[in-house]
T-cell receptor, first 113, second 113 residues
Framework: DAKTTQPNSMESNEEEPVHLPCNHSTISGTDYIHWYRQLPSQGPEYVIHGLTSNVNNRMASLAIAEDRKSSTLILHRATLRDAAVYYCILRGGDGGSQGNLIFGKGTKLSVKP | SQTIHQWPATLVQPVGSPLSLECTVEGTSNPNLYWYRQAAGRGLQLLFYSVGIGQISSEVPQNLSASRPQDRQFILSSKKLLLSDSGFYLC????????????FGPGTRLTVL
């Protein structure tokens, strides 16, 4: 699986937008970009995923660079409940027989009131 | 809707004692099932995955084992716990095909003393 690079930590103010970057320069043409987040003392939860086009859902938006070598997770209005570790993960489209997710260290997002 | 359960939520065990953690999934059939461990301050490490009843693949050699006696039941076991087995154990499931969205359980926090 291709590797991703994320900043170790980021800070945001409550009710401001947050842009969480992820670099994946060795991404292959069939790799999907997935984002998960892990709140303190909880299991990770799915946030969003995309292939080439930008994606929006109720939790966040995913902006994918035209060359697909980087992406940005956008939280439009950060709340205190968004404080978590955010993981950017690449996986092939069919996931193979395992569908394993390889978690890196992620970005720890702190939200200040 | 699908739900995933893990129990117990917390567990304190002495070194050398046995372990049995259980995970069950509701609302889906023939899921892929996963066991992850997260040591304190570390990322998630995949331990085992299963694509069907009785089919177990191990990602990391260690003194843990996994079993899948029923379609939606996944069990993590050990005959003799080590101090290094302490951590946050997470079970996850994924639909058997398609894009790899994984859904995680609430986790079991294991402390080995």
């Amino acid at each position: 699986d291709a590797k991703t690079t994320q900043p170790n930590s980021m800070e945001s103010n409550e009710e401001e937008p947050v842009h969480l970057p992820c670099n994946h320069s060795t991404i292959s043409g069939t790799d999907y970009i997935h984002w998960y987040r892990q709140l303190p003392s909880q299991g990770p939860e799915y946030v969003i995923h995309g292939l080439t086009s930008n994606v929006n859902n109720r939790m966040a938006s995913l902006a994918i660079a035209e060359d697909r070598k980087s992406s940005t997770l956008i939280l439009h209005r950060a709340t205190l409940r968004d404080a978590a570790v955010y993981y950017c993960i690449l996986r092939g489209g069919d996931g193979g027989s395992q569908g394993n997710l390889i978690f890196g260290k992620g970005t720890k997002l702190s939200v200040k009131p | 809707s699908q739900t995933i359960h893990q129990w117990p939520a917390t567990l304190v065990q002495p070194v050398g004692s046995p372990l049995s953690l259980e995970c069950t999934v509701e609302g889906t059939s023939n899921p892929n099932l996963y066991w992850y461990r997260q040591a304190a301050g570390r990322g998630l490490q995949l331990l085992f995955y299963s694509v069907g009843i009785g089919q177990i693949s191990s990602e990391v050699p260690q003194n843990l084992s996994a079993s899948r006696p029923q379609d939606r039941q996944f069990i993590l076991s050990s005959k003799k716990l080590l101090l290094s087995d302490s951590g946050f154990y997470l079970c996850a499931w994924r639909a058997g095909t398609g894009v790899d969205t994984q859904y995680f359980g609430p986790g079991t926090r294991l402390t080995v003393l």
